[in-house]
């Protein structure tokens, strides 16, 4: 079941991309090694998207937003954008706007089986490579 956010969603998404061949639920864990008390440094991103609705979660070391996007067809695949935090926030949870609406986020393709991401405007981490990779894993 979605969260009620991405469900209050659906009259702000743009229109599903011509199929609803990208649906389903994907993950990407970012490793950032551990702190110097030995602690684990990660932090699980998740990309759903349904019927049109697209939200994205990252949760973990010193993680945790939410935000609704909007998904577009463009020649590489599926561009993902930056739509709104989730009502009534104007921000992430220390109030800052990191991103305007339409913002592209980052672009989901396929090549040989495989989803690659490509980041652009989001990036999970700065050491992370912007070149297409097998980020983001579809799950469900």
């Keep these: 079941m979605l969260p009620l956010v991405l469900a209050g969603a659906l009259a702000l998404a743009s229109p599903a991309p011509s199929s ?4 389903g639920v994907y993950t990407y864990t970012h490793d950032g090694g551990r702190t110097a008390g030995g602690s684990p440094i990660l932090v699980t991103w998740r990309l759903t998207l349904k019927q049109g ?3 994205f979660h990252g949760e973990g070391f010193q993680t945790l937003e939410t935000f609704q996007c909007s998904t577009h067809d463009s020649p590489s ?3 993902v954008r930056f739509l709104r935090y989730p ?4 921000g992430n ?7 305007k609406p ?4 980052f672009t989901l393709s396929r090549s040989k ?5 490509r980041w652009t405007g989001f990036v999970p ?11 983001l894993k579809k799950v469900q």
Excluded: I
């Design 87 to 90: 009502p009534p926030a104007t």
């Design 53 to 55: 609705l697209c939200e």
């Design 125 to 135: 981490d700065e050491g992370v490579d912007r070149k297409p990779a097998p980020y």
């Design 102 to 105: 339409g913002a592209p986020l």
């Design 77 to 79: 695949g599926l561009e």
């Design 20 to 23: 609803n061949a990208w649906d």
């Design 93 to 99: 949870r220390f109030g800052v706007q990191v991103y």
């Design 113 to 117: 089986g495989r989803v690659l991401t």
